[in-house]
């Protein structure tokens, strides 16, 4: 599935978590309106703890480890933005 609100591979455009954008594309006001976020330190340590935690199995590369987190911000109910952050 490919959502063109927020050009991403994963979940369908009525499943989006920016829901602001699909506001704003909509016309509507989005000042009342938060999005469905996954908040994660960006560090190796971190993705993969999130990984487990979830009961997946985490890769061996940084790039394998955010394709596996991506998709299961998609797979939550309902799907998620990852946002980074910078570690402390």
């Not at 999130?50 to 940084?62: D, M």
């Not at 955010?66 to 799907?79: E, F, V």
Request: glycine share 4%; net charge positive; hydrophobic share 30%.
């Amino acid at each position: 599935m490919f959502c063109c609100v927020c050009q991403a591979y994963g979940h369908a455009d009525s499943e989006c978590p920016n829901k602001k954008a699909w506001a704003v594309r909509s016309g509507k006001d989005a000042t009342n309106i938060t999005n469905h976020e996954l908040h994660i330190i960006d560090t190796e340590e971190e993705i993969k703890e999130i990984i487990r935690k979830h009961g997946l199995k985490s890769g061996t590369r940084k790039d394998e480890n955010r394709k596996i987190l991506r998709n299961l911000a998609n797979s939550l109910n309902p799907p998620r933005l990852v946002l980074f952050s910078k570690p402390k």
